[in-house]
């Protein structure tokens, strides 16, 4: 898969890709992302990406212009271009598994108090990541790049994506709780069950754990709210 993050702040982005398992994912050829400053497509001869917003109101607003001539510069047929917007649709897991499957993502980051709203007609998807308003979209492009990449096939273990929480193939549960080494910490205990060996009841209570936890934080994934 290839990923192009349009931003005003390719520094942002340093340390996100050069660590870890998104790091293996680029060394391995499983992804490839590369950073463009769309200020490098802009007409203006003062390098201006943003201006005033018609009718007034605060802070700058992103032009049309240099958006536009990126995206048209690195378009293709294969290409899903995606506007990076508190006004998005809530991101989800079942939406990074869709995404996981494309052959080409464009992801803009919005910055300063927003962009013109034409720039919506060039985008097949906008996408908030939360009900809070970050100043950009740089941190939400690290966040979708990080959940999409670890489920491209090959990047992962499947089976650690499958029994995440929200793992929308089987269920929507949160995760059940799980140990390590030693089994008693300031005088708290492994459950007993985890230590039995017995695969059936192991399956049984982490499925209960996830239920309750599930009934006690986030009920709206159980319908129950
Ligand atoms: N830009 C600013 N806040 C955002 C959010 N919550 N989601 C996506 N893009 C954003």
Redesign the pocket.
């Known amino acids: 898969m290839k990923i192009d993050i349009l931003t005003l702040f390719p520094n942002m982005f340093d340390g996100v890709f050069t660590e870890s398992i998104i790091k293996r994912a680029i060394d391995t050829e499983k992804v490839e992302i590369n950073l463009i400053n769309f200020r490098d497509y802009t007409d203006d001869p003062h390098n201006k990406v943003d201006d005033t917003p018609y009718g007034g109101g605060a802070g700058m607003v992103l032009m049309c212009q240099p958006i536009f001539d990126c995206v048209k510069s690195i378009r293709t047929d294969d290409s899903k271009v995606i506007l ?3 006004s ?1 649709v809530p991101y989800k897991q079942k939406m990074a598994f869709e995404l996981s499957h494309e052959k080409h993502l464009i992801i803009i980051c ?1 910055h300063y108090e927003g962009f013109d709203e034409r720039i919506r007609s060039i985008c097949d998807l906008e ?4 009900d ?6 740089e941190v ?1 492009a690290m966040v979708l790049v990080d959940s999409i990449t670890r489920l491209i096939p090959g990047v992962i273990n499947e089976q650690s994506y499958l029994e995440d929480s929200f793992s929308y193939k089987d269920n929507y549960l949160l995760d059940y709780p799980t140990y390590t080494k030693p089994r008693v910490y300031e005088g708290m205990e492994v459950p007993e069950v985890l230590l039995s060996g017995d695969h059936k009841r192991i399956e049984e209570y982490r499925k209960e754990e996830s239920i309750k936890r599930t009934k006690e934080v986030r009920p709206d994934l159980l319908g129950d709210d």
């Open positions: 990076l917007t508190p998005g919005g996408i908030s990541i939360g809070y308003v970050l100043t950009g979209g939400p």
